[in-house]
């Protein structure tokens, strides 16, 4: 019999994650891990700063998860003269699409003018080709459109009534927001940062030394305390409410707007968004996503960020799309597989409220800096434009005296050529392909590089040991048993929703009834966290219905 010390089974990264941001002291502590604070927190990172990032949730579990997906140039921008603003907006695109281009994906938007529109459609056409000139002409040209090339090539959308349209080109992201702004937060990570979800910022108070934050472990209360020379609040729609707390005034703060999607079975077969202008005269989004349509989306001011989908939300968007499709039968709540539903956080200055031109409010993001107490708050922004707040970031902190040692150095952007070149070689030679299963969306290759870059290298390898960790787990998801593996190990998964809904996209387009029915479910748990945890992450993330609320209503179920 061995009776020698047994090894204690290791911490998790986020453990040990824990212990840390109580013990060391940072330069730089980040509050809130959506786009804005994952993106700092990456640039600052691998610029060698000593950085913590906490989130009171789940990292991009709020704003930064209920996007249209769109990384844009701000189209729309044109109509109110915004040509700097457009500038910009498609120069962080092109930087997106140039350095991302698994991820960020040019797409085509298929859009359909009425006739009495505000605008005709040669205005809107010439709008569109002065759009990709600004674009540095990147994209593919634009096209005019009549309604019988739209009849022709869209079959689905209903052209009585139209004027005819124009396609342009815009980027998408591929996967989705969550798991975008998650590859900000894994770069952050191995540069060094300090970053753990669930933790939430009780108060932050200045004392000559620096910033000392206490904070709170979500899951077991546990405090702790956190020092760092400097500030960094990117709390999304909570900004304001986190500076008031902590005594500190700004030139600029957040309206809401809110903002919903839903998602039902694919509409049409090609990869393009169709775009139309909804009875409020807003632009309407048909989007693919993976097999599936997400439709939205809305735009309704309101005094508080913690919103949901009504039914008047729902039935605007079902209707708008009802009248502008051709579908067999009009879509109904039953038809939803999921929904989608946030604010934007949107910047205005000092007393001003937005004005009378509410939807004309543009997008902009702000950096707004207390030089003396050390503390920076980011405003507004769009993922689209994640890129510049993350350069914004590096040059304010640097004015504020910490020293960045490689302030030049590359922090974002997918594996160089030669990684990239030899994963593919590898699945070649080991026929990965040829694992893809008949529904999958994409090909496993293609998948596991855009989700994992050079650790995809070590998924081969968890294959070649193994073929069954090519095997889907959760039936009619994608994902496959190593993929679980990973995400156990280096995704800081602490609750099944997590997994899902943001590190994969499974929660939106898999009905949560046929989730919940999948006999995989239990296996995937245990490997995400442990067999004893199983049973109780189920109940937390289902509760007592599997099937949501609109779905049971619409189908007259109690
Ligand atoms: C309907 C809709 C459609 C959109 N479409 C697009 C689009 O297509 N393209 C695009 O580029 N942009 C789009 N946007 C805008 C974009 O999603 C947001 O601007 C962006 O996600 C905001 O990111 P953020 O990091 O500022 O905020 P958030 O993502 O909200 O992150 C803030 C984080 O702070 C955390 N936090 C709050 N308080 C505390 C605390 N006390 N301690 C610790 N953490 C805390 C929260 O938990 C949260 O995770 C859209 C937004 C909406 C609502």
Redesign the pocket.
């Known amino acids: 019999m061995y009776l020698g010390r047994m090894t204690p089974p290791a911490p998790s990264l986020r453990d040990t994650n824990l212990d840390k941001l109580a013990a060391l002291r940072f330069d730089v502590l980040v ?8 993106v700092s927190a990456a640039a600052l990172a691998a610029r060698g700063a000593k950085v913590a990032l ?19 140039g701000g189209i729309k921008y044109l109509e109110t003269y915004e040509v700097g603003l457009v500038l910009k907006l498609c120069r962080a695109r092109n930087r997106l699409l140039r350095a991302y281009p698994s991820t960020v994906k040019e797409i085509r938007f298929f859009t359909s003018v009425a006739r009495g529109f505000r605008h005709n459609r040669l205005k809107l056409w010439l709008g569109a080709l002065l759009y990709w000139a600004i674009g540095a002409f990147y994209t593919r040209r634009p096209r005019l459109l009549s309604a019988r090339d739209i009849a022709f090539e869209e079959p689905i959308v209903e052209t009585s009534g139209l004027a005819g349209g124009f396609e342009y080109s815009d980027a998408y992201l591929y996967d989705n ?1 969550a798991r975008f ?1 998650w590859g900000f937060v894994r770069s952050a990570l191995d540069h060094g940062c300090v970053a753990a979800n669930y ?4 108060g932050s108070g200045r004392t000559k030394e620096g910033w000392v934050t206490r ?1 709170r472990e979500v899951t077991t209360g546990r405090e702790l305390t956190i020092t760092s020379s400097l500030l960094i609040n ?6 304001d ?2 500076n008031a707390r902590d005594g500190i005034s700004t030139a600029h703060r957040h309206v809401f ?5 839903i998602i039902v079975d694919r509409l049409t077969p090609r990869r393009r968004v169709l775009t139309f202008f909804a009875d409020d005269g807003r632009l309407f989004f048909v989007i693919p996503m993976a097999g599936k349509t997400c439709i ?3 735009d309704t001011r309101v005094e508080r ?1 913690e919103v949901e989908v009504t039914p008047e939300d729902r039935e605007f968007v079902l209707e708008n799309i009802n009248k502008r499709l051709r579908l067999p039968r009009p879509l109904t709540g039953s038809d939803i597989i999921a929904e ?6 949107l910047v205005v200055s000092g007393s001003a409220n937005g004005g009378r031109d509410w939807m004309q409010l543009s ?1 902009k993001h702000a950096v707004d800096t207390d030089a003396p107490r050390g503390r920076i708050t ?1 405003f ?7 890129l510049n707040v993350g350069e914004e970031i590096c040059a304010e902190v640097r004015r504020l005296g910490v020293e960045l040692p490689q302030p030049k150095r590359a922090w974002y952007g997918e594996p160089p050529k030669p990684v990239r070149e030899e994963y593919f070689h590898q699945a070649r030679l080991m026929d990965l392909d040829a694992l893809t299963t008949p529904h999958a969306s994409e090909k496993l290759s293609s998948r596991l590089w855009r989700r994992y870059g050079a650790e995809a290298l070590g998924l081969l390898e968890a294959v070649r040991r193994d073929p069954r960790q090519a095997e889907v787990i959760i039936e009619t998801s994608e994902y496959i048993r190593c993929e679980l593996d990973e995400a156990a190990r280096r995704e800081m998964v602490v609750k099944l929703e997590d997994f899902l809904r943001r590190r994969s996209k499974i929660a939106l387009v898999v009905r949560k009834e046929e989730i919940h029915a999948a006999p995989g479910l239990r296996e995937a748990c245990g490997i995400l966290f442990g067999e004893e945890q199983i049973e109780a992450k189920i109940a937390e993330y289902f509760g007592s219905a599997a099937a949501p609320a609109w779905r049971q209503a619409a189908s007259g179920a109690v």
Request: with cysteine; proline share 5%; aromatic share 4%.
């Open positions: 509050l809130g891990g959506g786009i804005n604070g994952a906490i989130d009171r949730g789940d990292f991009a579990s709020v704003t930064s998860q209920q996007s249209s997906n769109l990384a844009w927001d702004v933790v939430e910022a009780l904070a990117a709390c999304g729609p909570y900004a409410e986190v707007s809110k903002g919903i999607h939205g989306t809305t960020p989608r539903c946030g604010v934007r956080p997008r980011v507004g922004g769009k993922l689209s434009d994640c």
